[in-house]
Nanobody
Framework: QVQLVESGGGLVQAGGSLRLSCAAS????????MGWYRQAPGKQRELVAT??????RYADSVKGRFTISRDNAKNTVYLQMNSLEPEDTAVYYC??????????????WGQGTQVTVSS
């Protein structure tokens, strides 16, 4: 069994900062990619940022404001969000593409954490 548990969401004023964390646990052999997606009310889920051994990738809307990082020893990914805007309000989901104990690669998702930015 693999679990992704997110933390760090909340309510913040525009211009403020939040840091999200996501820890993967369970029967994990290897993690290729970790990342963050978000879904605002009435909209489709969209990529925010991903990170692999080759580097990080960001949505244009968050470049220069958000930073993704990863602690491989802890199977944890972080998202530092600065200069937050009301448009960043969404449920943020952690994602990992990993090989589990069944020796199969697959996508796993966290339960989501709410980020609300007030104007």
């Amino acid at each position: 069994q693999v679990q992704l548990v997110e933390s760090g969401g909340g309510l913040v004023q525009a211009g403020g900062s939040l840091r999200l964390s996501c820890a993967a646990s369970g029967s994990i052999f290897s993690i290729n990619r970790m990342g963050w997606y978000r879904q605002a009310p009435g909209k489709q889920r969209e990529l925010v940022a991903t990170i692999t051994s080759g580097g990080a990738r960001y949505a244009d809307s968050v470049k220069g404001r958000f930073t993704i990082s990863r602690d491989n020893a802890k199977n944890t990914v972080y998202l530092q969000m600065n200069s937050l805007e009301p448009e960043d309000t969404a449920v943020y989901y952690c994602n990992a593409y990993l090989m589990s104990g069944t020796i199969r690669w697959g996508d796993y998702w966290g339960q989501g954490t709410q980020v609300t930015v007030s104007s």
